[in-house]
C-alpha cells in the first residue's frame, strides 16, 4: 500500500494514492503515513480532512523519522487554513425529529447559526422527515469563502412537494429552477455572497510534500 500509494501520487493519481494511505494507515498507524494521506487529502479537495491529519502528525511528530517533516507539515497547515471555506446554516422552524443533512453527514442542532467548515465545491442540503425529505437543496462554496443557508422549513401539519434548488455558484438559485420554483417555493434562497468559482486547481494543494522513507 505504501509504495503503490508513492507511485499513485508521484503519476498524479492523487484519489488512488489516497485509498493506499488511508488503507495503510488503518493497517499500521505510521506518523509518516498520516502525513502522505494529509497531503493526498488536500490534492483531491478533502480540506477539512487533510487538516486534521497535518494536526494530528504534529502531535506526535516529535521523534525520529517523524521529526524530519514536521516543518513540512507546519507549512503546509499553514497554508491550508486559509483555503477552507465555512458554512452557516439557519432553519428555523426545524421540527423535533427533524433531521439535518450536508451531503451525508448528519448535522448537530447546536451547529444550526454557527459558521463550520466544510471542504470547497457543491454540496447538498436536506431536511429529513421521518423518511421523507422535505427540504433539498444544492449551494456551491469556493475555496477560502463563506456562505450563509436560511431554510424556511413547512410546519408539522403542512405536507408540500419537496422542491430541489440548486444555488449555482454565486448563491442564486439557476435561472430555470427559479423559474420552476416561482413564489409558492415558501424558501428564503441563500444569502449571496458573489464569490467567483474558483478553478478546480484552487481546491488542491500546490505540489504536496510527501515522505518517502515510509518502512
Known amino acids: 500500500c505504501l509504495c503503490s500509494g508513492l507511485a499513485h501520487a508521484e503519476a498524479g493519481r492523487?484519489?488512488?494514492?489516497r485509498v493506499d494511505f488511508e488503507r495503510s494507515y488503518r493497517l499500521a498507524r505510521v506518523p509518516v503515513t498520516l502525513f502522505n494521506l494529509a497531503g493526498a487529502q488536500a490534492e483531491?479537495?478533502?480540506?477539512v480532512a487533510a487538516?486534521?491529519?497535518?494536526?494530528?502528525f504534529l502531535q506526535v511528530a516529535n521523534e525520529g523519522r517523524a521529526a524530519r517533516y514536521r516543518r513540512a507539515a507546519e507549512q503546509a497547515l499553514a497554508d491550508l487554513e486559509p483555503r477552507i471555506p465555512s458554512l452557516r446554516i439557519e432553519a428555523p422552524?426545524?421540527?423535533?425529529?427533524?433531521?439535518?443533512?450536508?451531503?451525508?453527514d448528519v448535522v448537530s442542532r447546536a451547529a444550526l447559526g454557527v459558521a463550520f467548515r466544510v471542504d470547497p465545491g457543491e454540496h447538498r442540503v436536506e431536511i429529513l422527515r421521518g423518511e421523507?425529505?422535505?427540504?433539498?437543496?444544492?449551494?456551491?462554496?469556493?475555496?477560502?469563502?463563506?456562505?450563509?443557508?436560511?431554510?424556511?422549513?413547512?410546519?408539522?401539519?403542512?405536507r408540500p412537494e419537496v422542491v430541489a434548488r440548486d444555488h449555482g455558484h454565486d448563491g442564486e438559485p439557476e435561472?430555470?429552477?427559479?423559474?420552476?420554483?416561482?413564489d409558492a417555493a415558501g424558501l428564503v434562497?441563500?444569502?449571496?455572497?458573489?464569490?467567483?468559482?474558483?478553478?478546480l486547481a484552487e481546491a488542491a494543494a500546490a505540489g504536496a510534500v510527501l515522505a518517502t522513507d515510509e518502512e
Not at 483531491?44 to 480540506?47: C, D, F, N, S
Not at 435561472?175 to 416561482?182: A, F, I, M, N, S
Open 93 to 104: 422552524g426545524l421540527a423535533e425529529g427533524d433531521v439535518l443533512r450536508i451531503d451525508d
Open 132 to 158: 421523507r425529505s422535505v427540504v433539498r437543496e444544492t449551494l456551491y462554496v469556493a475555496a477560502g469563502g463563506e456562505r450563509a443557508l436560511t431554510l424556511v422549513v413547512p410546519s408539522l401539519d403542512t
Open 189 to 199: 434562497p441563500v444569502v449571496p455572497l458573489r464569490l467567483p468559482r474558483p478553478d
Open 14 to 17: 492523487w484519489a488512488s494514492a
Open 175 to 182: 435561472p430555470e429552477v427559479r423559474d420552476r420554483l416561482g
Open 51 to 56: 487538516a486534521e491529519s497535518y494536526r494530528s
Open 44 to 47: 483531491t479537495g478533502a480540506l
